[in-house]
């Protein structure tokens, strides 16, 4: 039998079983068409899956929606769910503030007030530059941006705010008002400034089961590592030895990735693929014996705790531990795909921070658990846009339709991921 025989052909093929892909899957059968997804990993879902260890649930890394879009509200909203304000706290040496930080300065002592908002009123009139740590310092002053953003960019992007760009801002950083920061100097009873009032969450099965009705009516192929794509021969290759011949391909895939597996690329687009970086995400995972978590998520500027921020599966819902036990997630972000961690000493750092904050000793915790996620958060180095539109010009041309977060390799949430997916097509 000739290697041509063996070769499968099929109407759409798409690459990756996270919610984008799931999205192109569902556009494919609502116009009559056969897709097949072909995922890595041995379950769909992607960064919206989830885990779980000795009854304790775990999501791969922060999730709530706060999807507004009727085709995704359709979907998502099968799933009974939980409501949650969009109360976060910070923490800060030895004290919570609430978020955003600038906005609640009065648990820090008066002479600390003082001269952050004496800093604020001193701030530049004008940008210093195009790059994120001139629009925080031009916005908070150099006392307010020095502590608190600037420092914590550090934490979650791992590269400095000086070589990040303004693009991916939006709505996620609020801008500063003076009658904000004085009102919250004098009084911890501040309004919620986050940019949604409420967040979803299902009451079970973690953040996946939202998108479980797509799971459910979409052909999955799982265990299927693409490594290999012919663009002129319009063939997919797996890394189980399996092969496809497509009419239509969808990826998911990361940029860079997809860049690097298909030979035929022009070199100027694998080199400007090589230059779009994203985090990877280390997650501890922290489960413990009585309930002692009550926020749902919280950020931390110390340069001795690691991660940047966490949050709490069993606030998100109940279901996700064992009766009378609670839980929260610690994530730590390294700059590309590697962790620049050691996996038992971030465990070890993260319980320390248990107890700096007050939260948990030793004794407390039932699970605690240590794993990487190779793609995290797309990273807006200053130029990075232009090596992104080379590499989404070459896939256009080449008949790939790219999607989703790192497919788009933009900061697109779940619900904007879907509806990349959903377009794609």
């Not at 991660?307 to 109940?318: E, G, H």
């Amino acid at each position: 039998m000739t290697i041509e025989n063996t070769i499968e052909d099929l109407d759409v093929v798409i690459l990756g079983g996270g919610v984008a892909g799931l999205g192109a899957a569902l556009k494919a059968r609502e116009t009559g068409r056969t897709a097949v997804i072909f995922e890595a990993r041995d379950s769909a879902g992607g960064l919206l899956d989830n885990f779980t260890i000795d009854g304790f649930r775990f999501d791969n890394a922060v999730h709530l929606s706060f999807a507004t879009e009727e085709k995704v509200r359709n979907i998502f909203d099968r799933t009974p769910y939980l409501t949650h304000p969009s109360d976060s706290y910070c923490f800060e040496g030895d004290r919570w503030l609430k978020h955003p930080v600038q906005n609640n300065l009065a648990p820090l002592e008066p002479t600390d007030k003082v001269e952050l908002i004496k800093s604020f009123l001193a701030r530049p009139s004008a940008l210093a530059g195009d790059d994120y740590e001139s629009w925080l310092r031009h916005q908070y002053g150099d006392g307010i941006a020095e502590r608190y953003p600037i420092r914590y960019t550090q934490k979650y992007w791992a590269t400095p705010a000086s070589a990040l760009s303004t693009n991916w801002i939006g709505q996620r950083m609020r801008r500063a008002e003076l009658d904000e920061i004085l009102f919250g100097a004098m009084t911890t009873q501040t309004p919620n400034t986050y940019y949604t009032k409420e967040m979803r969450y299902p009451k079970a099965g973690g953040y996946k089961a939202f998108i479980a009705p797509l799971i459910a009516d979409a052909d999955i192929r799982t265990g299927h590592a693409a490594v290999e794509i012919d663009t002129a021969a319009r063939t997919v290759r797996f890394a189980n030895g399996a092969q496809v011949r497509y009419r239509n391909l969808v990826s998911t895939l990361p940029l860079p990735v997809l860049a690097r597996i298909t030979p035929d690329a022009p070199a100027t687009v694998k080199q400007a693929a090589s230059e779009l970086k994203a985090t990877s995400i280390d997650l501890v995972s922290v489960g413990f014996n009585k309930p002692l978590v009550k926020d749902l998520w919280f950020y931390i500027y110390d340069d001795d705790v690691l991660a940047s921020r966490a949050y709490s599966p069993s606030v998100k819902s109940p279901e996700n531990v064992p009766e009378g036990c609670s839980s929260l997630q610690f994530e730590i972000y390294s700059r590309g795909e590697e962790s620049s961690y050691d996996g038992e000493a971030l465990k070890q750092n993260t319980l320390a921070a248990l107890e700096k904050m007050g939260i948990a000793k030793a004794e407390d915790i039932a699970v605690l658990d240590h794993r990487v996620l190779r793609f995290g958060n797309v990273i807006f180095d200053q130029g990075m846009e232009a090596n992104r539109q080379c590499v989404l010009d070459w896939a256009r041309g080449a008949g790939i339709a790219s999607c989703g977060r790192f497919g788009e390799w933009d900061y697109l949430w779940s619900n904007q991921s879907l509806l990349s997916g959903y377009n794609a097509l």
